[in-house]
Every structure is written in C-alpha cells, then in structure tokens.
C-alpha cells in the first residue's frame, strides 16, 4: 500500500514537471510570434537604419570597443603640445564683440510690421539670422515685452512646453526652468530636462561662432495667475493653486500630475523663442552621428575608424556635392562648446534654397557640467579631419580667453534686459574656453595624420 502510494506521488509529480515545460515552450513560441509580428510592423527605413548604424556591444570585438577611447586620448596628448599661438588672445576679437553689441540695442524709429523682419526678411538657405541685423535687439526687446494673448500647451516633444501667442498673432515656444544656474547634473550626456537657459547662451554662441541658425530666443518672465486667463482649456485642466503660487504640467510624452512646475512670487522665468514661420518648410534628417541612447548599443561612428568615409559615399554627404558635412562638423563644434550630446536629428530649410545649412534647434540639454568634457561630440570633425575655413578662422579669433569674455557681455547684457539673475556662471564660461582648446588639439591631430592633406581645412560655399 505504502509502495503503490509512493508510485503515485511520482508519477504526480512527473505530470506537473512535464505540464510546466511544455507551458513554458509554449509561451516561448507566443512570445516569440509576437515579436516577430511587431517588427514587421515597423517602417522598413527605421529598422534598415537602426540595423546599419548600431553593433550590439556584446558582440563587438575588444579592440573595436576602444577606438573612441583611443582617439580620445590621442586628443589629449595633443593638447599638452597645443602652440603657444592658441593660448594668446588676438585683439580683433573687440571688433566683432562691438558689433554684436551694438545689434542688441532698441532703436528707436522702426517700421510698424516688425514681425516681417525676422520672419519674411532675414531667412536663407545659411541662416535665420542675416550676418547685420541692425533690428535685432528692437525684436529680442518685443520678444520680452509684447502681450500675450494665448497661451496652449506645446504638444510637442518629450518634455513641457508652452505656446504662446503674442500680439499679433505671433507665435513662441516658452521653455520654462526646472534648474537653478548653479546646479551640475550627473548622468548621461542627455541626461535631465531641458535647461531653459541654455536656449539662450546657444542663441548668443551661434552669433559669435557666426553660425547664425539659431531661431531668436530671450529670458523672460511669466505670470502664471495672469496665464490661467488666457491659457486654452486643456492647459487650464492641468493648472492648480498651491497657497498663492500657480502650478501646470501641461501635456507631453513625459509630463505627468506628479511633476509639475510652480511658479515663485507669482511668476515663472523662462526661454522664449520665436517659432518659426509656417512659410518656412522644414525638413528632419537623421543624424550621421545619431547616438542609440542604450548601454549594450554602439553606433557604427564608435566602432568604425573609417565610418565617415562611408558616410562621405552618399550624394547627400559627400563634399564635393555639397556642405552638408561640413555644416554638420561646425554643428559639432558647437554642440560640444554647449555641452550638447543630444543632437539625434537636424532640421534644413527646403524653400528652394540651394544647398541649405542645418539650423541649430533643441539646444535645450546643454550646459549639464561644466568639469566634464565629452570629446565624442566631436567625432564628425576628428573622423572626418574637415572644417569650414570660416568657421576655423572664428574659432582662432576667439581663443585666449576672448570667448568666455564676449559670450559673458552678451548674456550680462541680456540678464539686464530681462532683468534676471546671471545666465550663466563662470565654471560654464572658463568650460568653454577649455573645450575650445580641445577642438583646436582636433585639428593639430587631424594635421598630423597626413590623412587628408590638401582636405584639412577648406570652405565649400
């Protein structure tokens, strides 16, 4: 009797083990099916590019994982035996700190369409803003100040927005500030929300690199208690009182109940920027350079010593064809003087214009340390040994010192405008005349590889 029971225990048992397993493979093949069904689902373009531009990190060779380290390193070295020439600062660079200077004062007498300026006048294929702009502190100054009539949420992006609709009926992107000037954020690259006033040190950056594809951005004021009367519906929805202060979180892919933002004293500091016209049709193009924002994903460009000569075998890329590259190594440039990891597209301007530049939108998730340099920013210059001659010959203007010191002025005179706090602290600054010495080691690498040596440096325009 004790035996037969035993036996049938087993066999008990035996049934279960062999129930799970055969539940166990057949969740595996469900699984497994509904994969496979997702990826079919998805655009053809997207998973060609995914697959051409990432290497699963576990299967990467070790020689191959070291290669950005390795050129890295080499940077540094090479700046250890910059030429004294890079550290002296060259007396011009008053000149052209007077005359953006002078572009920041109100005038007095301007026409009544101001708006047409900026938006009608001042666009071309290689800049939103034309290299004299006499109007520009008059807009800046309306940009600041005018009524606002409207106030929506933006709906666009990952992070909270506002559109605002100014009298009359202009419209911008108010990014509103989550951070103190002070604070240091630790992470990844393209770690944290957007720093509101990063958007404007980009705007004056652009001005003096002379790569003006900025779109016109100031700090400025909300009051929130005001805002809710003329805020849209579903903005109203998510706004609330706390005491005497007003809180929203709006509607975004990330904005949530939980994480609002409140104004202080009744009111919120903030970028604004002007959004572009409608008359401007702007195109998203896929970065070369496109991180994969995963701990187990390189991209080619991290593993590939010769990816920009592949990048250079498309007719988009390809420099003899057009400035493309180019445009995208000056982006490069300043995206790692900002501190910008996250360029992942770029937006042209395709209103018939002939070989247009790449405008330099989203500057928001810069300026995250100012004691951390990351050098793959720049892998389109060190991979690619190119640069516009205009763009190098702006760069040697600007060292010893002299680019910490003119961005300084033009950001004091915007502070005072706006009657704000300092926009940027002198950790942020000394950070940028650093890395500008960082990108002139690039090019000294660049020169001795002997690689490109009649390509180094020239101007495709």
């Not at 953006?100 to 047409?116: A, I």
């Not at 803003?129 to 929506?152: M, W, Y």
Request: positive net charge.
């Amino acid at each position: 009797m004790i035996g037969r029971r035993c036996t049938l225990i087993a066999l008990g048992g035996l049934l279960i083990l062999v129930l799970t397993i055969n539940v166990y493979f057949i969740r595996m093949i469900v699984e497994n099916s509904s994969e496979t069904s997702f990826s079919r689902n998805l655009p053809v373009s997207d998973e060609k590019i995914k697959d051409a531009n990432t290497v699963d990190n576990n299967k990467i060779e070790p020689t191959k994982k070291s290669i950005i380290r390795e050129i890295e390193e080499k940077i540094k070295a090479e700046m250890r035996l910059l030429p004294s020439k890079y550290f002296k600062r060259n007396s011009s660079y008053v000149i052209l700190l007077d005359r953006l200077l002078t572009e920041l004062k109100v005038l007095d007498n301007t026409q009544n369409d101001l708006w047409s300026i900026p938006n009608v006048n001042w666009p071309d294929a290689h800049h939103l803003l034309p290299p004299v702009a006499p109007e520009l502190g008059t807009i800046l100054n309306a940009l600041r100040k005018t009524k606002i009539v409207k106030a929506a949420n933006a709906q666009v992006g990952t992070q909270l927005k506002l559109m605002l609709t100014l009298e009359p009926n202009v419209k911008a992107l108010f990014k509103p500030q989550w951070y103190s000037r002070e604070t240091i954020l630790h992470g990844p690259v393209y770690f944290g929300k957007d720093r509101h006033n990063a958007e404007v040190v980009a705007f004056h950056l652009s001005s003096l690199l002379g790569l003006r594809r900025v779109p016109l951005t100031v700090i400025r004021k909300l009051n929130l208690k005001g805002l809710r009367d003329i805020a849209t519906p579903d903005l109203q929805a998510t706004m609330y009182e706390v005491g005497n202060e007003t809180c929203f979180y709006g509607i975004c892919h990330y904005c949530s109940a939980a994480d609002p933002i409140c104004s202080k004293n009744y009111m919120l500091e903030g970028a604004v920027i002007l959004w572009l016209p409608s008359t401007l049709k702007l195109f998203k193009h896929r970065h070369p350079w496109q991180r994969t924002y995963k701990r187990n994903k390189l991209a080619q460009w991290e593993t590939n010593k010769n990816y920009c000569d592949k990048v250079k075998e498309s007719k988009t890329y390809a420099p003899h064809a057009s400035s493309r590259l180019l445009d995208l190594i000056d982006t490069a440039i300043f995206d790692f003087l900002m501190d910008n990891g996250d360029r992942h597209h770029y937006e042209l301007m395709q209103n018939n214009f002939h070989n247009p530049a790449a405008l330099l939108i989203d500057n928001g998730k810069s300026l995250a340390n100012p004691d951390i340099d990351h050098i793959d920013i720049l892998a389109p210059l060190y991979e690619c040994c190119m640069i516009h001659k205009t763009t190098w010959d702006r760069l040697q203007l600007l060292g010893g010192g002299a680019l910490s010191t003119s961005l300084g002025q033009l950001l004091a005179h915007e502070a005072k405008e706006a009657d704000v706090l300092p926009l940027i602290t002198e950790d942020y600054l000394s950070a940028m005349d650093r890395r500008l010495l960082t990108v002139y080691a690039v090019v000294e690498y660049c020169l001795k590889l002997k690689k490109y040596p009649s390509t180094v440096i020239f101007d495709h325009r």
